[in-house]
C-alpha cells in the first residue's frame, strides 16, 4: 500500500470514529498525528511515494532542495533493475515538483517491457524528465 492509499484510510478510520461518537484517548491522537505526518514528509521528501505510478523509463529520483540537486535512475537492462545514476545540478524546487508529479505527457504512444505510455496521457516521469531537463539545459553528470 502506497502512502497516499494509506492516509486514504486512515482518514477514512478517524471519521469512523468520530461518527460514532467515541472519543480516542490523547495517546491515539498523538500516534494517528505522528503517522500522519511521516508519511507526508515521506510523500514531500521524495515526491512521490514509491508505487504510486509505474514509469516505463524512471526507476527512481531522489531531490536535495538545500544544493538543487537532482538524481536521476534510470531502469537497466532487466524489469525494474537499477540502471544508471545521473545527477542534475540547479534544479529549481518547482521542476522538481512537476517532475514528481508526472506532469508532463510523453508525445508518443508505445510500450517496453517496463510500462505504456500514451500520447499526452499523464501521468509520466520519463516525459516531465525528459521535457524539463533538457529543456532546463541542466548540467548533468553519470555518477553510476
Do not use: C
Amino acid at each position: 500500500m502506497n502512502p497516499r492509499e494509506l492516509i486514504t484510510e486512515l482518514v477514512q478510520a478517524i471519521q469512523l470514529v468520530i461518527d460514532s461518537g467515541e472519543v480516542l484517548s490523547d495517546d491515539i491522537q498523538g500516534m494517528l498525528a505522528q503517522t500522519l505526518l511521516q508519511l507526508l514528509n515521506r510523500m514531500d521528501s521524495t515526491g512521490i511515494p514509491e508505487g504510486s505510478f509505474p514509469s516505463s523509463n524512471v526507476n527512481g529520483f531522489q531531490y536535495d532542495p538545500k544544493n538543487q540537486e537532482l538524481l536521476v535512475q534510470f531502469h537497466g537492462p532487466y524489469p525494474q533493475a537499477a540502471g544508471p545514476v545521473y545527477r542534475y545540478a540547479g534544479v529549481p524546487q518547482y521542476i522538481f515538483n512537476i517532475i514528481s508529479r508526472g506532469q508532463i505527457g510523453p508525445l508518443t504512444s508505445g510500450r517496453n517491457r517496463y510500462h505504456a505510455w500514451h500520447r499526452g496521457i499523464t501521468p509520466s516521469l520519463g516525459a516531465a524528465v525528459n521535457a524539463l531537463l533538457k529543456a532546463g539545459n541542466y548540467q548533468y553528470e553519470r555518477i553510476s
